[in-house]
T-cell receptor
Framework: QKEVEQNSGPLSVPEGAIASLNCTYS??????FFWYRQYSGKSPELIMF??SNGDKEDGRFTAQLNKASQYVSLLIRDSQPSDSATYLC????????????WGLGTSLAVNP | KAGVTQTPRYLIKTRGQQVTLSCSPI?????VSWYQQTPGQGLQFLFE???????NKGNFPGRFSGRQFSNSRSEMNVSTLELGDSALYLC???????????????FGPGTRLTVL
């Protein structure tokens, strides 16, 4: 079992729809969870992080964390073609020598 | 505040050569991590440096090495280049506050290495 798993996609949604991206992790001691967006040929850029169970909203983005079920998700409301990118999930455990473990990413295509 | 900078941005080398890449973290950030990314692959962790010491290391051969200077700037070196080393090399810096559990990493633009 991989430490951080994401569906590789591609996930295809129409413009204006809600895109839902999921990430599961195996280390129950994980404390912080990050979502990055990476456009083709560019470096990853931070969207948001979450460390408490529940929802955290930032503009059109909502991160949802469920530590009991060991998953974190990212919702993108009113998806735009400019949201088409690969979304990377990363999980941090300060007790694991402060390692950040990365998923392979989910490719999202928003169709006009 | 200036972001993470990496030099050079593009590099073309031939097999057998060696290469050195440089990364300057965000001012005040003490940790620098290096990643390799190839088409269709996720981020492959190379190593992390904190206060001039390698704190974590990924599963790469010894041809890949790095170091960090007292000003937190970091370099990575790849010796005896192979065709498979062609990739985007990314550097990320983080603040690392003792006791903090949000070591957010901020990425530089990357160095695109092509090995011919």
């Amino acid at each position: 079992q991989k430490e951080v798993e994401q569906n590789s996609g591609p996930l295809s949604v129409p413009e204006g729809a809600i895109a839902s991206l999921n990430c599961t992790y195996s280390d129950r001691g994980s404390q912080s969870f990050f979502w990055y967006r990476q456009y083709s040929g560019k470096s990853p850029e931070l969207i948001m992080f979450i460390y408490s169970n529940g929802d955290k909203e930032d503009g059109r983005f909502t991160a949802q964390l469920n530590k009991a079920s060991q998953y974190v998700s990212l919702l993108i409301r009113d998806s735009q073609p400019s949201d088409s990118a690969t979304y990377l999930c990363a999980v941090f455990n300060a007790g694991n020598n402060r390692k950040l473990i990365w998923g392979l990413g989910t490719s999202l295509a928003v169709n006009p | 505040k200036a972001g993470v900078t990496q030099t050079p941005r593009y590099l073309i080398k031939t097999r057998g050569q060696q290469v050195t890449l440089s990364c300057s973290p965000i001012s005040g950030h003490r940790s620098v991590s290096w990643y390799q990314q190839t088409p269709g692959q996720g981020l492959q962790f190379l190593f992390e440096y904190f206060s001039e010491t390698q704190r974590n290391k990924g599963n790469f051969p010894g041809r890949f090495s790095g170091r960090q200077f007292s000003n937190s700037r970091s370099e990575m070196n790849v010796s005896t280049l192979e065709l498979g080393d062609s990739a985007l090399y990314l550097c990320a810096s983080s603040l690392v506050s003792s006791g903090s559990y949000t070591d957010t990493q901020y990425f530089g633009p990357g160095t695109r290495l092509t090995v011919l």
